[in-house]
């Protein structure tokens, strides 16, 4: 993911300098305090939750480490759906991300001209407006019997999209098409960014040169422009979806109970029903499936230089 | 014929244009409703336009006792991110050693992880360790999930900084202390200021490792989500169009510094 905000590649003099023969120790001590936080705040907990996702006990009578690995078994023959949804809906999202990222990128690095800066501008500046107060907003912008039902209704929308099982009924607040917009707009930005990065680093001639060869302007866009914003893909989908499919906020607000996403359920047993056992358990299968998702896709991408 | 040509040639301008409206119409509905004078405890529907909210911001119960904590915890995770953060990145542009590769999957890994996941990993550790839930727990979680953020923004600007420079600052009989003041310092003080905006951004922001490690301390987005439930006061979207407002301003003004500057170096 390190693609998103590299440099252009750096200056030849960086790979012919001397080694440096003072403080062979320095590097060391750079990275100590840090390195020291991620391996307390960011490995530790990782094991303290992996040992806890195989104890058994209550809250009353303490918890202690029986190995009991049928707590992933039962969490996930309990919770697939959640799973499922989780997986399903951040997928939507991330293709909808892409589908409307695209082309704000790609107006943002060839045509936006002497507007380019306000429009970065505007891209950006919606994340200093707290997402929950954004993301309540979409309450009033999906209201029921609101503008955007109704365009939605007098179009015949609603009745694809009811057939789908995506809305119910007049609504679309509380349905899963209210989640799945709500998670786009949220991680929106994550894709647009590195998308932008990596058009922006295409040389302008390259479409001239396409065009000199006959190339209509799809067709250089499928050739040409497309393949060359690889990185910027697949560095905007990994954002996108591994964020959305962690969220619950998206599925709380704007969703019903049909439509809890694992994270969701997490919160759930981790703050309100206090089964610790089986929360760690159910985070533990969620990262390790992510981890193998993300892996697979990079894979088969083949940009495995990314990250 | 001729508008289907237009239509064309400016499909993207047009999806593009469409695509920055639904970026922004949550922060046009924020900032309208902000004038509204709401009939009961939600905000949802449009009723009256009224002022009320925005001459008394503060006015609801405990929300900006809440802002007050969610800006302390930003400036301090901030300090604190950035400072580790950027001493990482020098370290891992600049110095070839064993361990790199650790290193650089250990930095990653937080930024490949679900929000949930590492909150609840932290909050088991802080039940395990008996830790007080409250301000220090969001602080250490805040540092820890900016850091990464920062060392990609540094790293990006050191690396593309040419080292010759500093070698021509020692050749010139700089010290050590001197060329990374003078030198290595200035040149790399927009990627730091970089990963500083986006550590606040990010920490200000923060919801769900905040909630998982709040105990009873209320931050700004905790505020928010239990107005959610409870009924959403018109000054929550008061303060979010002067977050808004404020930071395109600020985006501005440091714009046209650094036009100013440029061309004075013209």
């Known amino acids: 993911m390190a693609a998103v905000t590299e440099a252009p590649s750096p200056p030849a003099a960086q790979q012919t300098r001397p080694p440096r023969r003072r403080g062979r120790l320095t590097p060391y001590w750079l990275l100590l305090p840090g390195i020291l936080w991620l391996v307390v705040f960011f490995a530790l907990p990782m094991i303290y939750q992996a040992s806890t996702s195989v104890q058994t006990g209550s809250l009353e009578h303490g918890y202690e480490v029986t190995w009991h690995f049928a707590t992933y078994w039962d969490a996930l023959s309990q919770y697939w759906p959640q799973f499922v949804r989780s997986v399903l809906y951040a997928a939507s999202a991330t293709i909808l991300c892409l589908l409307l990222g695209y082309p704000l990128a790609y107006l943002i690095a060839f045509r936006a001209g002497r507007w380019r800066n306000l429009i970065m501008i505007l891209v950006i500046a919606p994340f200093f407006t707290s997402f929950l107060i954004r993301t309540l907003a979409w309450k009033t912008i999906l209201a029921d019997g609101g503008p955007v039902v109704g365009a939605l209704n007098a179009l015949h929308v609603l009745d694809v999209t009811n057939w789908l099982g995506w809305t119910a009924g007049d609504r679309v607040l509380a349905t899963p098409m209210a989640v799945v917009c709500g998670l786009t707009y949220n991680f929106l930005p994550f894709m647009i960014l590195p998308l932008y990065t990596s058009l922006e680093r295409i040389d302008g001639r390259l479409h001239e040169a396409a065009g000199d060869l006959y190339a209509r302007p799809f067709t250089t866009f499928r050739k040409v422009t497309f393949p060359l914003s690889m990185p910027g893909v697949v560095s905007g989908t990994l954002l996108t979806f591994i964020p959305a499919a962690g969220d619950y906020v998206n599925a709380d607000l704007l969703g019903s109970t049909d439509t809890r996403m694992v994270g969701n359920v997490i919160q759930t047993q981790f703050l309100r029903i206090l089964d610790y056992p089986t929360a760690a358990a159910l985070s533990f299968i969620l990262m390790a499936a992510i981890l193998a998702m993300i892996t697979i896709y990079i894979r088969k991408s083949g940009t495995e230089d990314l990250v | ?266």
């Not at chain 2, 969001?138 to 050191?158: E, T």
């Not at chain 2, 310092?185 to 986006?198: K, N, R, Y």
């Open chain 2, 1 to 266: 014929m001729a508008f289907v040509n237009w239509l064309k040639r400016h499909l993207v301008v047009l999806a593009g244009l469409l695509t920055l409206g639904y970026l922004l119409l949550p922060n046009v509905i924020v900032t309208v409703f902000s004038f509204n004078k709401p009939k009961g405890r939600f905000n949802y529907q449009w009723q009256a336009f009224s002022m009320d909210a925005w001459k008394d911001p503060c006015g609801v119960a405990d929300m900006c006792g809440s802002l007050s904590i969610s800006l302390q915890i930003a400036v301090w995770a901030t300090i604190g991110a950035t400072a580790l953060g950027t001493m990482i990145a020098f370290a891992l542009v600049r110095y070839r050693f064993r361990a790199r590769g650790t290193v650089s999957s250990l930095i990653f890994l937080p930024m490949a992880m679900p929000e949930v996941v590492m909150a609840a990993s932290l909050l088991t550790l802080f039940l395990n360790m008996g830790a007080q839930l409250g301000f220090w727990t969001i602080l250490i979680s805040h540092i820890m999930f900016c850091l990464s953020f920062v060392v990609v923004a540094v790293k990006a600007r050191v690396m593309s900084m040419d080292p010759r420079l500093e070698q021509a600052a020692q050749d010139l009989y700089a010290g050590p202390v001197q060329t990374f003041l003078r030198v290595t310092l200035p040149i790399a003080a927009p990627g730091i200021a970089a990963g500083a905006m986006l550590a606040f951004a990010l920490s200000f922001d923060d919801f769900i490792i905040t909630n998982f490690n709040a105990g009873s301390t209320v931050t700004f987005p905790m505020f928010v989500w239990g107005s959610a439930q409870r009924g959403t006061p018109v000054q929550i979207n008061v303060i979010g169009t002067a977050m808004f407002v404020i930071a395109v301003l600020l985006v501005l003004v440091s714009m046209a510094i650094g036009n100013r500057r440029a061309r004075q170096k013209a």
